[in-house]
């Protein structure tokens, strides 16, 4: 039986009380930490199939130079942001498209770009760009995001960079997003589960998430070698080119993939967690296999 | 025409021009919105074609005064729209859940007044007295306390820790029969006393402080001098003229916990219209909002209506005037 609690917390008061067995949702960050030391509550962890990030408006200047854009990821204090505001659940993307959650497409040559406000500096110096000052998007739904964005801000500052933030409701944010009106948009992705569609959706030009509003010649070519691929190896190979590319050129900054946490009661177990909130611990498998102890 | 009917003819009418109002605000509101709803309501993924037929489907691409016309015609067929997100028609998805609502604020409504007047008396014939001060202090917590801060501490507390009730929910689904009700009822305690303790305060330092005034008036005194019996003084007397600002208030505290259930109802997952106004938030279902705005405004405004009218009727000043 389903039952649907509109609000996080009472669904946890319900599980502790025994009202339900399982929260179908994946948990915030704030609430593992308690129930993962709950008698008679389990906890489940498993890294997600999605990721948090930050998009550059490539149509805009200076976020159409590459420098600029690198000078930007090399500002940001990602160990800080998944300890404090992901409260450690969360591991590193090495700022790649393709996380190690899709182990077989990974490129495990990529790695994530250090906090470094000092070459950030150096960055905008070759770039010939002062007193940078840009505004960043994002919804005042998602708690996390929120949470970090003045992380973002303030490691920035460190760089001379200015960020201001705008957090907005969840409808003007799609507008925005829709509209391509920002110089940096933060959110996140649930499901990337299929390394070629996501890739086109988010780096061709004419792709539907394509938050970086990036048009990339050799990026395309890529993308579109890998749609046309049969050969499995060939379509990993130009998946992991096309994700270094990205990288290289810091076109999408990836910074985190977050753990998703779901919990069940510990008087059944069997579960099979999938790293999708679409499915997470309720998927007909997961519950097929749950037994009552 | 006698004064009364044309007392209520005039509210009546006042209450219609209200109610058009809102309508028009809510109507407005919406629309004025960042982005169209068809970003809402469909994938991002879908092309300009799909997204010209679903705004075409839910009249979005006319102009602004060609849709209000539109809606105030629906509105007076009692057709509220379609759901984006449900596919029902609006009428059908708000009625389901209005009873759960008029539930909870009229338990919650009734159980202010059977707390407060009570309250309300024993504070104000005690004047500066420990009990006094004690009704005070309640009231002012009262009104400071946030409704989602007090239901969680009841869950918490009454229904975790103590084991008293239910965690959220209106009913349980293994209940069938007479003992349905009784689990209905048990289920309605905690978001009722969340609604009671946030509401009752304005209501009892109102009514004490309306009835010391009425106590000190000359009739009242008048009253005592004739020997009647302070019972009485109080409570045919100077209740009778102390209720009149608070029946007023009363109108006020109804669109108050109205609008108070959309969060109590989200705390304790009650399936009432203020839960599907969050939920509707969510899924960007503006018809439903929409909707539902309407039906609270029409709420209050009816509500409002009649409070002005049992004023008429307890103050004869009021409806000769």
Redesign the interface.
């Known amino acids: ?1 389903f ?5 996080v ?3 946890i ?2 599980l ?2 025994g ?1 339900v067995d399982v929260i179908a949702n994946a948990l915030p960050p704030a609430q593992v930490k308690d129930l993962k030391g709950t008698k008679g509550i389990s906890v489940a962890e498993v890294p997600g199939l999605g990721f948090t990030h930050m998009t550059y408006n490539m149509k805009r200047k200076p976020m159409d130079n590459v420098l600029v854009r690198q000078a930007l990821a090399h500002a940001v204090d990602y160990e800080a942001i998944r300890a404090v505001a992901v409260q450690g659940q969360a591991v590193t993307a090495n700022s790649s498209a393709i996380t190690d959650t899709l182990k077989e497409f990974a490129n495990p040559s990529l790695k994530e770009y250090s906090f470094d406000p000092q070459k950030s500096k150096a960055l905008l110096a070759q770039a010939g760009v002062k007193d940078l000052k840009l505004t960043m998007i994002y919804s005042l ?1 998602d708690p996390v995001i929120s949470a970090w964005s003045s992380m973002v801000k303030d490691s920035a500052a460190k760089a001379g960079i200015t960020i201001d933030l705008k957090g907005m409701d ?3 944010y ?3 997003t ?1 509209e391509g009106d920002y110089d940096i948009y933060a959110g996140s992705f649930a499901i990337m589960d299929e390394p070629v569609s996501n890739m086109s ?1 988010q780096y061709l030009p004419d792709g ?2 394509n938050y970086s509003q990036v048009n990339d010649p050799k990026l395309t070519k890529l993308i579109q070698q890998a749609q046309a691929a049969v050969d499995p190896e060939q379509q990993k190979t130009l998946v992991q080119q096309a994700a270094a590319h990205v990288h290289d050129n810091m076109i999408d900054n990836i910074m985190y993939v977050q753990n998703l946490n779901v919990a069940h009661s510990s008087d059944w177990d069997g579960f099979v967690v999938k790293p999708s909130e679409l499915l997470s611990i309720v998927d007909p498998a997961s519950l097929a296999n749950a037994r009552h102890k | 025409m006698p004064p009364i009917a044309w007392f209520a003819l005039r509210r009546v009418g006042h209450g219609v021009v209200t109610l058009w109002f809102a309508i028009t605000i809510t109507f407005l509101l919406l629309r004025l919105l960042p982005g169209d709803p068809a970003t809402a309501i469909a994938s991002t993924n879908m092309d300009a074609t799909m997204r010209q037929e679903l705004l075409t489907k839910y009249g979005l691409t006319e102009s602004l005064p060609v849709q209000y016309v539109k809606y105030l015609g629906q509105l007076v067929q009692g057709d509220l729209g379609m759901s984006f997100s449900q596919s029902e028609p609006v009428s059908t998805v708000l009625m389901s859940r209005l009873p759960w609502t008029m539930l909870l604020t009229g338990s919650a409504l009734v159980m202010t007044v059977v707390i407060g007047i009570p309250l309300g008396v024993a504070a104000a014939t005690h004047a500066q007295g420990a009990l006094d001060r004690a009704v005070q202090v309640i009231g002012v917590v009262g009104q400071s306390l946030f409704v989602p801060s007090v239901g969680i501490f009841f869950l918490y507390v009454l229904g975790l820790k103590l084991q008293w009730f239910p965690i959220g929910g209106a009913y349980d689904e293994n209940v069938f029969g007479a003992a349905w009700y009784l689990d209905v009822a048990r289920h309605l305690v905690l978001p009722c006393l969340s609604l009671v303790l946030v509401s009752l305060g304005s209501y009892v330092l109102t009514l004490r402080s309306t009835l010391i005034d009425s106590l000190g008036e000359d009739f009242c005194v008048l009253a005592h001098a004739k020997g009647t019996p302070e019972r009485v003084v109080v409570w045919k007397h100077g209740l009778r003229n102390a209720l009149l600002p608070t029946t007023t208030l009363l109108g006020l505290q109804l669109g108050f916990m109205v609008g108070g259930a959309v969060l109590t109802e989200t705390i304790f997952a009650y399936p009432g219209v203020g839960r599907e106004i969050y939920e509707s938030v969510i899924r960007l279902d503006f018809p439903v909002l929409q909707g539902a705005f309407v039906l609270l405004a029409l709420t209050v405004v009816v509500a409002n209506m009649l409070t002005d009218l049992a004023y008429g009727l307890l103050d004869p000043r009021v409806r000769n005037a």
């Not at chain 1, 039952?3 to 609000?7: F, G, I, Q």
């Open positions: 039986m039952k649907v609690y509109p609000d917390n009472t669904e008061l319900a502790k009380k009202d739904q969840r409808n003007t799609l507008a925005k829709v959706l539907a998430i």
